[in-house]
């Protein structure tokens, strides 16, 4: 290093001194404005080579005993005012980086990173003992640290363990793979020859393999309680509408439809269906009572929330967020004849949402496909305002209700199926509540409830917050129990039809009794007209005192 500093440094005394005789002829002239006609530049960049003794003597012959101290100063003027205008700068910053670089270069050579340590797992085979028991075990495993030297036959085959990724990580596949377990590894063999592997697909592999196990349906009383062990208790006839139970083939058509999605995503972790979205379903099951004939859909799962309805006939007023979101939807399955003249509230976030569409479409800079989108997204948008100007929905907010795939509510074949406006009752725990399937959901998942029902089991549910999140939610339909017309929800009436239906197949144990809902938006109502009432009392109290006032006056 010492030795790569004393030629760099004479690279740039070479470099100045050459600049400055190269400019040296072009200002002599500014020497003889100063008196020094006899100095020229390229003579003191000459100079610089010679010995300072030999300067100090050439200087005094030639100078004719000009003063040193002005000479000098006049060359560092001169030297600032020349150097800019030459290529000395350039030359500066050039020398400058290479100085730089080869420090990091030296740096970097002297560097010597240590040896990774392999952790490799060695089947070591034992020869057999001619007695003991340590003869029966042949084989051991064993982890041993191992670090690769010269000669080490690193052409065998091993087993390595892979490190993890930091956070930050793109593309991380145990990452991506949340809701399965993911099995990774990492392995190198022996090989042939480096030109003949290359051409060899199996020489560099990476496998994939997503291998699900399909669950079987729960049939008897035994597996139904493991889930709920008061179930048995709480409906004391179920035990004996298993004897005839069957499977019922939306459970299969259900896992059937999981499969379907997970072969369309299956290449796309950070998409795949977890897990927990895979199993959440128990058992379905088509239950008939011998003596009433009384059919249900019986189903275990879990519960997701749904958040959508509207109802402009009892709730005329929803928060901006919602009605301008472009998620929420303002309709459920299950709806009805509007009663009153009051305007749907969503309506308004859906006209300005027709409005922006328009605006889009008659834009030039709209691409043909967003175009051709919007043409699509306006239709749907026109018929929800027009459905919403003649028809009341469900409110999840207020209204206990379940959701069902909307392959079973269309379903028009099959006895058992539950259809959009039926009775239903819910358990949980030791806790029974009414309600009716209120919407249709995706045909590749069971078990949600409305936002009301999920917060009367948990109180901490939410529109992202699942209140049960286990398969321990049973949801017993009634089919075919529907009421004919559709109406707004009558929650007392609810109470006592589910009571009805719930006694034709044996009724609820004893200590148990079927929750009643308080109807949130008739309590709203009245608190709502009762300050409405205590603002035109006092309106009319302070017209009073006004017009006492008035009268005292004119009296004075």
Same mark, same amino acid.
């Given at each position: 290093?010492?030795?790569?500093?004393?030629?760099?440094?004479?690279?740039?005394?070479?470099?100045?001194?050459?600049?400055?005789?190269?400019?040296?002829?072009?200002?002599?002239?500014?020497?003889?404005?100063?008196?020094?006609?006899?100095?020229?530049?390229?003579?003191?960049? %000459?100079?610089?080579?010679?010995?300072?003794?030999?300067?100090?003597?050439?200087?005094?012959?030639?100078?004719?005993?000009?003063?040193?101290?002005?000479?000098?100063?006049?060359?560092?003027?001169?030297?600032? &005012?020349?150097?800019?205008?030459?290529?000395?700068?350039?030359?500066?910053?050039?020398?400058?980086?290479?100085?730089?670089?080869?420090?990091?270069?030296?740096?970097?050579?002297?560097? +010597?990173?240590?040896?990774?340590?392999?952790?490799?797992?060695?089947?070591?085979?034992?020869?057999?003992?001619?007695?003991?028991?340590?003869?029966?075990?042949?084989?051991?495993?064993?982890?041993?640290?191992?670090?690769?030297?010269?000669?080490?036959?690193?052409?065998? =085959?091993?087993?390595?363990?892979?490190?993890?990724?930091?956070?930050?990580?793109?593309?991380?596949?145990?990452?991506?793979?949340?809701?399965?377990?993911?099995?990774?590894?990492?392995?190198?063999?022996?090989?042939?020859?480096?030109?003949?592997?290359?051409?060899?697909?199996?020489?560099?592999?990476?496998?994939?393999?997503?291998?699900?196990?399909?669950?079987?349906?729960?049939?008897?009383?035994?597996?139904?309680?493991?889930?709920?062990?008061?179930?048995?208790?709480?409906?004391?006839?179920?035990?004996?509408?298993?004897?005839?139970?069957?499977?019922?083939?939306?459970? /299969?058509?259900?896992?059937?439809?999981?499969?379907?999605?997970?072969?369309?995503?299956?290449?796309?972790?950070?998409?795949?269906?977890?897990?927990?979205?895979?199993?959440?379903?128990?058992?379905?099951? !088509?239950?008939?009572?011998?003596?009433?004939?009384?059919?249900?859909?019986?189903?275990?799962?879990?519960?997701?929330?749904?958040?959508?309805?509207?109802?402009?006939?009892?709730?005329?007023?929803?928060?901006?967020?919602?009605?301008?979101?472009?998620?929420?939807?303002?309709?459920?399955?299950?709806?009805?004849?509007?009663?009153?003249?009051?305007?749907?509230?969503?309506?308004?976030?859906?006209?300005?949402?027709?409005?922006?569409?328009?605006?889009?479409?008659?834009?030039?800079?709209?691409?043909?496909?967003?175009?051709?989108?919007?043409?699509?997204?306006?239709?749907?948008? #026109?018929?929800? &305002?027009?459905?919403?100007?003649?028809?009341?929905?469900?409110?999840?907010?207020?209204?206990?209700?379940?959701?069902?795939?909307?392959?079973?509510?269309?379903?028009?074949?099959?006895?058992?199926?539950?259809?959009?406006?039926?009775?239903?009752?819910?358990?949980?725990?030791?806790?029974?509540?009414?309600?009716? +399937?209120?919407?249709?959901?995706?045909?590749?998942?069971?078990?949600?409830?409305?936002?009301?029902?999920?917060? #009367?089991? !948990? #109180?901490?549910?939410?529109?992202?917050?699942?209140? &049960?999140?286990?398969?321990?939610?049973?949801?017993?339909?009634?089919?075919?129990?529907?009421?004919?017309?559709?109406?707004?929800?009558? /929650?007392?009436?609810?109470?006592?039809?589910?009571?009805?239906?719930?006694?034709?197949?044996?009724?609820?144990?004893?200590?148990? %009794?079927?929750?009643?809902?308080?109807?949130?938006?008739?309590?709203?109502?009245?608190?709502?007209?009762?300050?409405?009432?205590?603002?035109?009392?006092?309106?009319?109290?302070?017209?009073?005192?006004?017009? =006492?006032?008035?009268?005292?006056?004119? !009296?004075?």
């Amino acid at each position: 290093m010492e030795e790569l500093d004393g030629i760099h440094s004479a690279r740039a005394i070479v470099i100045i001194g050459s600049g400055i005789k190269s400019v040296g002829y072009k200002f002599s002239i500014m020497g003889e404005l100063l008196g020094l006609p006899n100095v020229r530049l390229w003579q003191f960049s %000459a100079s610089m080579r010679e010995s300072k003794e030999t300067l100090l003597n050439e200087g005094r012959k030639r100078s004719g005993g000009v003063p040193w101290l002005r000479a000098s100063f006049f060359l560092l003027v001169l030297f600032a &005012v020349v150097v800019p205008f030459t290529d000395v700068p350039l030359k500066l910053k050039d020398y400058a980086k290479e100085l730089i670089l080869a420090k990091r270069e030296a740096d970097r050579m002297a560097y +010597v990173p240590e040896e990774p340590v392999v952790k490799e797992v060695i089947y070591v085979e034992e020869e057999p003992q001619e007695a003991g028991p340590e003869a029966e075990e042949l084989r051991q495993e064993e982890e041993v640290d191992s670090v690769v030297e010269e000669g080490d036959p690193i052409m065998l =085959d091993k087993a390595y363990v892979p490190k993890e990724h930091f956070v930050g990580t793109k593309g991380d596949m145990v990452r991506m793979s949340k809701g399965f377990y993911f099995d990774y590894a990492f392995e190198t063999q022996k090989g042939g020859l480096a030109s003949e592997e290359r051409k060899q697909k199996e020489s560099y592999v990476a496998e994939y393999r997503l291998k699900v196990k399909m669950p079987q349906a729960s049939t008897s009383m035994n597996e139904l309680e493991g889930v709920n062990g008061k179930l048995g208790h709480i409906l004391p006839g179920l035990e004996s509408l298993l004897d005839g139970a069957k499977v019922s083939d939306f459970y /299969y058509t259900l896992y059937e439809n999981k499969v379907k999605r997970l072969e369309r995503e299956v290449l796309k972790l950070n998409e795949l269906s977890t897990k927990h979205n895979f199993y959440d379903c128990e058992t379905i099951l !088509n239950l008939t009572h011998e003596e009433t004939g009384r059919k249900m859909l019986f189903l275990q799962g879990d519960m997701d929330v749904v958040s959508d309805g509207s109802d402009g006939d009892r709730l005329a007023e929803m928060p901006d967020k919602i009605v301008n979101s472009t998620y929420y939807q303002p309709f459920t399955s299950y709806g009805w004849k509007k009663t009153t003249k009051t305007p749907n509230p969503m309506l308004a976030g859906w006209k300005k949402r027709i409005g922006n569409a328009k605006r889009e479409i008659a834009d030039k800079k709209t691409s043909a496909d967003r175009r051709a989108w919007l043409k699509s997204r306006l239709k749907m948008l #026109e018929r929800g &305002v027009e459905d919403m100007k003649s028809r009341s929905y469900l409110i999840a907010e207020y209204d206990p209700f379940i959701v069902m795939p909307v392959n079973v509510i269309t379903n028009r074949s099959d006895a058992h199926a539950a259809r959009v406006g039926d009775y239903a009752v819910v358990i949980f725990e030791d806790k029974v509540y009414p309600a009716i +399937v209120g919407d249709g959901g995706p045909t590749f998942k069971v078990g949600e409830g409305s936002l009301r029902l999920a917060k #009367e089991i !948990n #109180e901490r549910a939410s529109s992202y917050s699942r209140p &049960v999140s286990d398969v321990t939610v049973s949801y017993l339909v009634f089919s075919n129990s529907r009421d004919t017309p559709a109406s707004a929800p009558d /929650y007392a009436k609810w109470h006592a039809r589910c009571s009805e239906l719930l006694e034709e197949i044996g009724g609820l144990g004893d200590g148990y %009794a079927l929750h009643e809902w308080e109807d949130l938006l008739a309590s709203k109502d009245v608190e709502q007209s009762s300050e409405e009432g205590q603002g035109d009392a006092a309106k009319e109290t302070e017209e009073e005192q006004s017009s =006492d006032e008035g009268e005292t006056s004119s !009296n004075s």
